[in-house]
């Protein structure tokens, strides 16, 4: 028992001593989808805030491919030594488990560290599309079913879920035009090749102030403060419609606790900065706002969601 006690202590003294020295290299943050979208714009916004505070540069590494999957295994077999973080979001973490056959767990396999941003899902119309509100694309659809093409960033992908979750809710009938990825999607809603699409705000907002994208509604319970004058979803004709989507910073498990704390310090410090809530504001995004305990049991219930309303609706990967 005495010699359990002192190799306790004997870690912990080590830990702290790693901790203390953390960080003395560069650091890499690795974003999961391609340059261009949601994440890469999230990520992009919080890198430079972690090399401020921890004086070491971080490179946002994109690693795109299987919805994330690839990135996000990529981080979970690193080095646990805090050195590889990845911002992983709704659709990694949540969802990809009822998707993909998974080498690793991604509630056992890494350490949730901070939520960096949450958005609603925005319903995104082509100008072309004649669409102005949900009640206008609710009439459409069912005045002619099947007609109307939604676009998504894939199959399975938060994108599709929540308009699945729609579509179920106002039992419509639509078809379903997968993307590998947002950024193509967007560009197809912009040129009218499809009139509707659930997307994350950060991935659509530059087209929606260049014009050249419609937003309808947002997808949360309560309308987004940065965008007050845009209805939701629930309060639009589909009362029990309520998303949100979030990105977090994961480190691999067994990383040290210290430094898993200095971390999560690090990010909550830099989301009360006034320039980061104005960047992710910008990006229709708004900062996280949970302790580490509070984030871990909140992945776990969101895993728990999503997980089930995915094999439910009968997703497949692309």
């Known amino acids: 028992m005495r010699r359990c006690a002192v190799l306790a202590l004997l870690v912990f003294a080590v830990s702290s001593a790693f901790a203390q020295q953390y960080p003395s290299r560069p650091m890499r943050l690795i974003v999961p989808f391609p340059a261009g979208g949601g994440s890469d714009a999230v990520g992009r916004i919080i890198g430079p805030k972690i090399t401020e505070r921890l004086g070491q540069q971080v490179v946002v590494d994109n690693r795109a491919g299987a919805g994330g999957s690839l990135g996000t295994e990529a981080a979970v077999r690193a080095t646990p030594d805090g050195y590889t973080m990845v911002l992983?979001?709704?659709?990694?973490?949540?969802?990809?488990?009822?998707l993909y056959s998974l080498k690793y767990d991604t509630v056992k396999d890494l350490i949730p560290v901070a939520v960096v941003a949450t958005t609603p899902i925005g319903v995104v119309v082509s100008?072309?599309?004649?669409?102005?509100?949900?009640?206008?694309?609710?009439?459409?659809?069912?005045?002619?079913?099947?007609a109307i093409n939604?676009?998504?960033?894939?199959?399975?992908?938060?994108?599709?879920?929540?308009?699945?979750?729609?579509?179920?809710?106002?039992?419509?009938?639509?078809?379903?035009?997968?993307?590998k990825g947002a950024p193509p999607a967007l560009t197809d809603l912009a040129g009218g090749r499809v009139q509707v699409m659930f997307s994350s705000?950060?991935?659509a907002?530059?087209?929606?102030?260049?014009?050249?994208?419609?937003?309808?509604?947002?997808?949360?319970?309560?309308?987004?403060?940065?965008?007050?004058?845009?209805?939701?979803?629930s309060e639009s004709g589909v009362p029990s419609y309520d998303v949100v989507y979030w990105y977090g910073l994961f480190v691999p498990?067994?990383?040290?606790?210290?430094?898993?704390?200095?971390?999560?310090?690090?990010?909550?410090?830099?989301?009360?900065?006034?320039?980061?809530?104005?960047s992710l504001g910008n990006q229709g995004a708004a900062p996280g706002n949970m302790t580490e305990p509070q984030f871990a049991k909140f992945v776990r219930a969101e895993h728990a969601r999503w997980t089930k309303l995915a094999k439910a609706s009968g997703a497949k990967s692309d």
Not at 127 to 146: E, R, T
């Open 88 to 98: 992983a979001s709704t659709s990694e973490i949540a969802i990809n488990p009822a």
């Open 201 to 203: 705000l950060p991935a």
């Open 127 to 146: 100008p072309a599309a004649g669409l102005n509100s949900v009640q206008d694309l609710i009439a459409m659809a069912k005045a002619k079913p099947g």
């Open 205 to 233: 907002m530059p087209l929606i102030k260049a014009g050249r994208l419609k937003l309808v509604a947002v997808s949360t319970r309560n309308r987004w403060p940065t965008l007050p004058d845009v209805p939701t979803v």
């Open 150 to 179: 939604v676009a998504s960033a894939g199959n399975g992908t938060i994108t599709h879920l929540s308009g699945e979750l729609f579509r179920s809710l106002a039992n419509l009938n639509w078809t379903h035009v997968p993307y």
């Open 253 to 278: 498990a067994a990383t040290p606790a210290a430094v898993v704390a200095r971390l999560a310090d690090t990010v909550e410090q830099a989301l009360k900065q006034n320039d980061t809530i104005q």
